[in-house]
């Protein structure tokens, strides 16, 4: 069966297990939907490789097909296949393309259409439950993103790490479209192919596909530390910049210690400098906050060729990759919340924070 750009499978084609992350394009054809009975019929929906250069899903995908190869699954699995083009050359996305990411909600392209009849069928299924598996491109934690403030998420989203961060936008991920008829979480599982975060992943997944039910108990204190961004960290486009303390002798108008993206998920304090001004430049950074303002002047100071906090930050998905930086951004500021405090509510204002 052909759908909107995306075969429908409802076997594991021969070599999938095999196959890397290039080789996806020659072997499926484009995206694909494949969905295998198990012993309980609420499916898991898994979606990997909605970005071509984060391959921890397809291995995720790989071993846990293995692992059942020879028996039934505990549960039925459907998994989403995304963007095997740019997998191809190893690319986010390619030039042209839209994010694969980004394409869950309202829109008429043909990549959006493809995702509106994928979640049109998962819709029609039973699903228990829908993790959609990332990589970062500097050094996080592993961690859990949700977008809804109710128990259950809660319980998938710690299933994972007890570090969970929180946000409602954009309305456009696959996170957020599988949040309308089921619980659903975003794991960010650290550099591609990292074989730690492979193997949370993987546990994480069968652990999952064995759960016959979520939790009735309530979370206590200790079971999550949640977080929700407030601001995004953006970089003009007439700007240029540099990392590890190059580009000051070559006019370069910002440039980062090397440090910098170590200290994801850890306080920086007030004052200190979280980057450097090319002496002339009127350069400056972003920050972005829920309601489209930018708030920079809240964060930064200037002091000579010194750009400063001006008050306690925690970032979260720090990088130093130039071309997600313009894509995307540079990093989140986030803020710790009272998540028992906070009553179970399907919508909450936030930030347009971009699942990576």
Known sequence: MVGLGFRVLHQVPDGLLEVDSAGLLDLLGGPALIHLEGNRKDSLFLSVMLHGNEY?????????????????????????????????????????????????????????????????????????????????????????????????????????????????????????????????VTLECGLPGDQHGVACAVEYIDACLHLSHFPE???????????????????????????????????????????LTSMNFSEIASGERFCRIKEGSDAFLEAWDKHGKDRSAEFFTRDGEDYKLTVPVMPAMLTDDANIIRMDCLCYLMERIDWKSIKEKPENENIPVQTS
């Open 56 to 184: 921890t899903g397809l291995l995720v995908m790989q071993q846990i097909l293995d692992r059942y190869q020879d028996r039934e699954l505990p549960r039925s699995l459907s998994i989403f296949i995304g963007n095997v083009a740019a997998a191809e050359q190893n690319l986010r996305t390619l030039p042209g393309q839209p994010d694969y990411n980004r394409i869950w909600g309202y829109g008429d392209t043909p990549e959006h259409q493809m995702t509106h009849q994928v979640m049109k069928e998962m819709s029609e299924r039973q699903v228990f439950a829908a993790v959609d598996v990332h990589n970062n491109s500097g050094k996080n934690p592993h961690f859990a993103i949700i977008c809804r403030h109710e128990k259950n998420f809660y319980h998938l989203a710690t299933l994972f790490n007890r570090t969970v961060v929180y946000t409602v936008k954009p309305d456009t991920t696959s996170t957020w479209g599988m949040s309308e008829f089921c619980p659903a």
């Open 217 to 259: 108990r309530p979370l206590v204190e200790h079971d999550m530390d949640l977080y929700q961004l407030v601001s995004i960290i953006k970089i003009p486009s007439t700007y240029s910049f540099a990392f590890n303390g190059a580009g000051m002798d070559d006019g370069t108008d910002i440039v980062f210690s090397k440090n």
